[in-house]
């Protein structure tokens, strides 16, 4: 019997040859993630349920990353922080990156994939909803809770129904102003945020393998977004050189049977996709760039695991370069890492760094920040009746702080060309022209 | 399932997100201090628009701002309750505030999986979206044998959908019971 991609993996965790989309099976685990705000209630489960004095399942599988609410006053933020410090000295981890060392990273969902986490064919389980991003890299990955969480820390197995799968093809190459966020846009658009609701969804065709590892963690990323429960993308050369880069560790990639069996197949033409937002106060609420043109707004926010990777900000700079935003922009890297290739990497005789900073923006340091709120203090936090226009993940009622805010999602190109203008912008209208070789 | 869940409504709308359930700054209080723990309880469902609180009029907290807990027993949401991220404080916020059961046409699966394996909740799904049928204040009661909640305000029941696969780890009272009382742990 054939098997998608992600049946296959998750045959092989349960130590079976076959299973069926419905089943629920038991897998072991290969990676538990958890950050500052689930760690602690995910630790007090852990020693609730296998004592004070137990050890953790597998310490080379257990990944600490603290990344929500770094750079805040809040005591009982910090009090988290030193929660799980404690924990893994106390447990002696390999794999935690504590605030205020050399190893601090910042967002987890981009951390993983730069520490070597990420690696085809295997399972990883993170008590944060994005964590599904991992899946670009062919690795069946998904969000739990804390409970859960603790069940893995104590035992490395869970439970877990097999996802049918919705597969989402990209045809022909993605037009220059047209970036991965807009794809996905488009398909939560289109299906809904309970339009993937229990499912795996694929993205496939050569618009999709032509991206970079950062455009595919982009698509994944924001799976939960459409309900599903993981997202995928079959791995390749791509795939093996990012991952061999950053591991030395062992791993067997897995991939689809042509006949494997999908709940359903959309295709899309590349060259007809527009740039596209998610308006205020859905993921779902799509509509076209042009629909929207001319919205006024009054602050532009680039960051998070789903829009502030290095590759975001080359595309957001190579639109503001030259100019001075119109209203308060954040930007806001992923991590460390990018936050220091921010002041190393050149665009047009500027650093990305100073590109930003000239143009007037704020820049911040590496942490989720306002991306969903957090503490009051934090970088970026949408406090009163501001209309953002951002990178991110969610626009749900008061996910950046406020519940009387309005957010617009959106590419890092249209979020730059909205930034210089103060309105929704087209991007084509900043993008430098291609010269044609 | 022979469980009789009986108190009041408290009726919101789709796609109620886990910011809205319990928004994200409040998720840094410890879940095990029994002081800090009520503040789950007293922001529970703060997060969901005013226009939106209470339907249909709207405009009425969950849970009183100056008290810890609700006096609403039961929700009803619509499709895709519990979306958004995958915070554990969202089934437990609402355990603490005093809500034994949700009732909605659909969940998001981090939510309803967080709900069942913590034991915090039983999320029951209804065929009918009731927010049509159920006011916020009814006296509502769900039969967990017969799979039937009645609106004992209004007179009328509507049927809910059977807890299917998770049966045993609701009945057990979350993943741990399950797993010690099948020999796992």
């Known amino acids: 019997m054939s098997m998608t991609l992600t049946e296959k993996i998750l045959a092989k965790a349960s130590g079976r040859t076959h299973v069926n989309a419905g089943e629920t099976v038991w897998v072991d685990v290969d990676v538990l993630m958890t950050h500052d705000v689930c760690g602690p209630p995910t630790i007090g489960i852990f020693k609730r ?183 995928v993308v079959e791995p390749d050369e791509v795939t093996f050189d990012y991952v061999r880069k950053r591991t030395n560790k062992e791993f067997t990639p897995l991939y689809n049977d042509p006949d494997a069996k999908y709940h359903s197949v959309r295709t899309y033409k590349s060259s007809e996709l527009e740039p596209m937002v998610a308006k205020p ?56 890492k990018i936050r220091e290739d921010l002041k190393t990497t050149w665009y047009d005789g500027e650093t990305l760094w100073d590109i930003f900073q000239n143009a007037g923006a704020h820049m911040g340091e590496a942490s989720c ?30 996910r950046m702080g406020s519940k009387k805010a309005q957010v617009y999602l959106a590419s890092p190109y249209t979020v730059a060309a909205s930034a210089i203008t103060g309105n929704i912008t087209d991007p084509r209208e900043y993008l430098p022209v291609e010269e044609t070789v | 399932m022979s469980k009789i869940i009986k108190g009041k409504a408290f009726v919101v709308g789709n796609d109620i997100d886990t910011d809205q359930i319990i928004p994200a700054e409040h998720l840094v209080y410890s879940l095990d201090d029994p002081e800090e723990r009520r503040f789950y309880g007293r922001f529970a469902l703060s997060g969901v628009p005013e226009d939106k609180s209470g339907l249909p009029e709207g405009g009425l907290p969950f849970t009183d701002p100056d008290k810890f807990e609700s006096d609403y027993k039961i929700i009803i949401g619509g499709k895709n309750f519990g979306c958004g991220s995958s915070r554990e404080h969202a089934p437990f916020a609402l355990q603490v505030a005093g809500a034994e059961a949700v009732v909605a046409t659909g969940y998001a699966r981090i939510f309803f999986r967080n709900a069942v394996d913590g034991g915090f909740i039983i999320p029951y799904e209804s065929h009918d979206d009731l927010i049509e049928h159920i006011s916020t204040g009814d006296e509502v009661e769900i039969d967990g044998e017969l799979n039937i909640i009645k609106n004992l305000t209004t007179g009328k029941s509507y049927p809910l959908k059977k807890l299917g696969d998770v049966v045993d780890i609701v009945d057990a009272g979350g993943i741990f019971k399950y797993a010690a009382k099948h020999g796992m742990l």
């Open chain 1, 369 to 398: 920040a306002a991306c969903l709120g957090g503490p009051s203090d934090t970088f970026g936090r949408l406090q009163g009746e501001e209309v953002c226009i951002s990178t991110t993940n969610r626009n749900f009622p008061g």
């Open chain 1, 49 to 231: 349920e296998f004592g004070e004095d137990a050890r953790v399942w597998d310490k080379d599988k257990v990944v600490i990353i603290p990344d929500h609410y770094i750079f805040t006053n809040d005591k009982y933020a910090n009090r988290n922080v030193d929660i799980l410090r404690a924990f893994a000295a106390d447990q002696d981890l390999p794999h935690y990156y504590d605030v205020g060392s050399e190893r601090y990273k910042g967002v987890c969902h981009v951390a993983m994939p730069e520490e070597g986490f990420t690696r085809p064919g295997e399972v990883l389980f993170g008590t944060d909803s994005h964590t599904c991003t991992a899946g670009a890299f062919g690795q069946f990955a998904t969000g739990i809770g804390n409970t859960d969480a603790g069940f893995i820390m104590g035992t490395g197995k869970l439970w877990v129904k097999v996802p049918e799968t919705m597969k989402f093809i990209f045809e022909g190459e993605i037009p220059p102003h047209i970036m991965a966020k807009d794809l996905i846009l488009r398909i939560i658009g289109d299906i809904g945020v309970d339009g993937g609701t229990y499912r795996a969804m694929e993205f496939a065709g050569d618009g999709v393998m032509n991206m970079d590892m950062e455009g595919r963690m982009t698509l994944t990323n924001m799976v939960i977004e459409g309900g599903g429960k993981n997202g």
């Open chain 1, 281 to 336: 106060h859905s993921p779902d609420n799509k509509a076209t760039v042009g629909e929207v043109k001319n919205t006024p707004l009054t602050r532009a926010y680039i960051g998070s695991c789903t829009g502030g990777k290095l590759s975001d900000f080359e595309a957001a700079a190579r639109v503001i370069k030259g100019h001075e935003v119109g209203v308060e922009t954040y930007v806001v890297p992923a991590t460390t």
